[in-house]
């Protein structure tokens, strides 16, 4: 069994920068993919990043492009979010979550992934 911590969150002003940490903790993780996606209230979680845990293939949402980057320390079995120039809408529970079971799908779906992390809130202040 593998939990995810996510950690990071909190408050910062638009415009701002921030990093999520995603941790994995009980059986070393051997899978294909992390993802981060998030929830904002009343709507739909939707997809944020992912990357590949063997090449490091990434992708990511349009609205977070050239923004948002993902990462990973494999030794660590750590995946990282680095969120720049930050907006409003940005605001949302951010979740971590990983592929455990299925290689080389686009890793932007929630049904893609097993295992999720229980969120960490984040804030962008106008």
């Known amino acids: 069994q593998v939990q995810l911590v996510e950690s990071g969150g909190g408050l910062v002003q638009a415009g701002g920068s921030l990093r999520l940490t995603c941790a994995t903790s009980?059986?070393?993780?051997?899978?294909?993919?992390m993802g981060w996606f998030r929830q904002a209230p009343g709507k739909e979680r939707e997809f944020v990043a992912a990357?590949?845990?063997?090449?490091?293939?990434?992708s990511s949402a349009d609205s977070v492009k050239g923004r948002f980057t993902v990462s990973r320390d494999n030794a660590k079995s750590t995946m990282y979010l680095q969120m720049n120039s930050l907006k409003p809408e940005d605001t949302a529970v951010y979740y971590c979550?990983?592929?455990?079971?299925?290689?080389?799908?686009?890793?932007?779906?929630?049904?893609?992934?097993?295992?999720w992390g229980q969120g960490t809130q984040f804030t962008v202040s106008s």
């Open positions: 009980g059986r070393t993780f051997s899978g294909y993919a």
């Open positions: 979550a990983a592929n455990s079971f299925s290689k080389g799908g686009s890793y932007s779906f929630d049904y893609e992934y097993d295992y």
């Open positions: 990357i590949s845990w063997d090449d490091g293939r990434t």
